[in-house]
């Protein structure tokens, strides 16, 4: 399953990476919204989205907004 984890935060994203991957998932991270809306426009796909509610970012600075933003997105 590929997997996009979109976190903040270095340790959980470093936890979370190692702990899907180890489970046998693509997994790809982004540090905040702007990112994650870059690697959905590169035409990358991806099974599951985990976001964290707050992050950084420019434009993208909450999760509901983010996941709102992504191709084909059933909140």
Do not use: Y
């Amino acid at each position: 399953m590929k997997v996009l984890v979109v976190e903040g935060g270095i340790c959980q994203q470093e936890w979370l990476t190692r702990n899907l991957s180890n489970a046998g998932h693509e997994v790809t991270a982004a540090c905040d919204g702007d990112w994650a809306l870059t690697l959905w426009g590169s035409q990358r796909l991806f099974d599951v989205e985990i976001t964290e509610d707050l992050f950084g970012g420019k434009t993208i600075r909450n999760g509901q907004h983010l996941i709102e933003l992504s191709p084909d997105s059933c909140v």
